[in-house]
């Protein structure tokens, strides 16, 4: 009697567990027969759907399917009648109030009882993180894709009358002018025409590329990198009068592509002299140092700075401003941004109003 009484009282205690659990669970929990309607369904359902028992019991489970999910829902219903078991099987339901439910489903068969147990969980949520982030991609895409192109017709176009100006430099008889100076100013202006030609040429080769993996890298020395991007603004820099310190010692070589990093100086520096605080000259400082066994070059400026806790989600966004300078476009840290992570390497950055920016780029090695 007494080992009777034991078995009765675990029983119970087991069939009171397994009711507990089934109605607390978090989860859709249910059990549907081989006519397509629901047997017993937990508490989590009905909250989910905004039916009442009674609906959902009374009701074939297509019903509350959604239409578009019907025919696939249908198929895969058909597969565990056949003794299938069916995994994580997802499927839009529709709600009392018109709403849309993601579910993702696990059912098991038990063909001698001619019923199904299965189980969803509530995926709504990473559906819309799915597709927020594939409607990210889809846009960035695009403006890359644009960008690309115009990138490519500019410096398409651009070739010809830049070709045109050097054949005028060519024709130049330059014995029959006396002047010292004048003649400096003609070899400062020929020498960056050909640096513009050989920039252009640069990005035509790079943007006609099939693969970002395919963009030419190699040791590049950046001390010379910089002296000709240094040449190329000479006459910004002194007019501005910026101030440039340069330190290399940590390192001189980088691996990268040529253009993107001639790129990189350019824009960093042009941004600079654009936003500096005003009336004062520009103060940049270069160099380069090992963080953890990683290259780093560490641009940073006495500028207007940003206001990081506004701007930094956007700072290197396609078209994004921050200052009212007549000239920015909004497209300058985008290219920086994009020359490095395609490169597998990151840039970050660090700054506030009045006080300069600090961008930290890191190389992939």
């Known amino acids: 009697m007494a080992i009777t009484d034991t078995t009765y009282i ?21 059990i549907a027969g081989y006519d397509g309607y629901f ?23 297509d019903s509350f399917v959604h239409p578009e999910d019907r025919d696939i829902t249908s198929k895969k219903r058909e597969r565990i009648i056949d003794d299938n078991a069916l995994l994580n099987f997802e499927n839009r339901y529709i709600t009392k109030n018109g709403e849309i439910v993601w579910l993702s489903w696990t059912s098991m068969p038990i063909k001698s009882e001619r019923v199904v147990f299965a189980i969803a969980k509530v995926i709504t949520h990473k559906k819309k993180l799915d597709e927020d982030r594939n409607a990210l991609l889809t846009n960035l895409t695009k403006i890359n894709n644009e960008l690309k192109q115009l990138t490519y017709s500019t410096s398409h176009d651009l070739r010809l009358p830049v070709s045109n100006l050097l054949s005028v430099f060519n024709l130049l008889d330059t014995s029959k002018i006396q002047d010292a100076e004048t003649l400096e100013f003609i070899d400062m202006l020929k020498t960056s025409t050909e640096n513009l030609r050989d920039t252009l040429n640069s990005y035509v080769d790079v943007l006609s590329q099939k693969n970002v993996l395919n963009v030419e890298t190699q040791m590049l020395d950046l001390g010379k990198c910089l002296d000709v991007v240094r040449y190329s603004l000479g006459s910004l820099i002194q007019n501005s009068r910026a101030i440039i310190s340069v330190d290399f ?40 140092k090992y963080e953890k066994g990683v290259k780093q070059l560490i641009f940073a400026d006495e500028g207007q700075g940003f206001d990081m806790d506004k701007v930094k989600d956007r700072i290197f966004g396609f078209n994004q401003k921050f200052h009212t300078h007549i000239d920015s476009k909004g497209i300058g840290l985008y290219l920086v941004h994009n020359h490095i992570i395609s490169l597998g390497g990151h840039i970050s950055v660090e700054s506030k109003v009045n006080e300069g920016a600090r961008f930290i780029i890191s190389f992939k090695e």
């Not at 675990?10 to 249910?30: A, K, Q, R």
Request: proline letters at 6%; a negative charge; one cysteine or more.
């Open 249 to 288: 010692s940590e390192f001189t070589e980088v691996k990268f592509n040529k253009a993107y990093l001639e790129s990189i100086f350019l824009n960093l520096i042009t941004n600079s002299i654009k936003y500096a605080m005003p009336h004062h000259f520009p103060v940049i400082s270069i160099y380069t």
């Open 39 to 61: 047997k017993k369904i937990n508490p989590t359902v009905s909250k989910t759907l905004g039916y009442t028992n009674e609906e959902l019991f009374s009701s074939p489970i």
């Open 10 to 30: 675990i029983n119970s205690t087991d069939t009171y567990n397994l009711e507990l659990f089934f109605n607390l669970s978090p989860d859709l929990l249910c």
